[in-house]
């Protein structure tokens, strides 16, 4: 599967951004897909994820309550609510997906998009 992460951009802080990743090459909703995040001086961090189905999601404690993935099977899209966002949210987004893992590691996801730039001004 191909993905393509689309929907950054330039923001203030305290604005809503909606990511979205929609998926080529295959049907999406065969894939566990999860989106991640980086800046250059740190290690790809866990956003959150969500299941084949959409029947459950994940995300990392930090971004509990700010931030929500949700996805349409029938687009072969997922996306990424992220509200209230902050400064500290700058970075490149990644969605990712797999057929068989779920987890909060990079690792365990096959198949990624190219990323899609979030900047948050203060």
Known sequence: ?????SGGGLVQAGDSLRLSCTASGDTLRSYNAAWF??????ER???GAITRTGGSDYYADSLAG???????NALNTVFLQMNGLRPEDTALYYCAADRDQISSHATDFGSWGQGTQVTVSS
């Open 45 to 47: 961090e866990f956003v």
């Open 66 to 72: 700010r931030f929500s993935i949700s996805r349409d």
């Open 37 to 42: 995040r980086q800046t250059p001086d740190k």
């Open 1 to 5: 599967v191909q993905l393509q992460a």
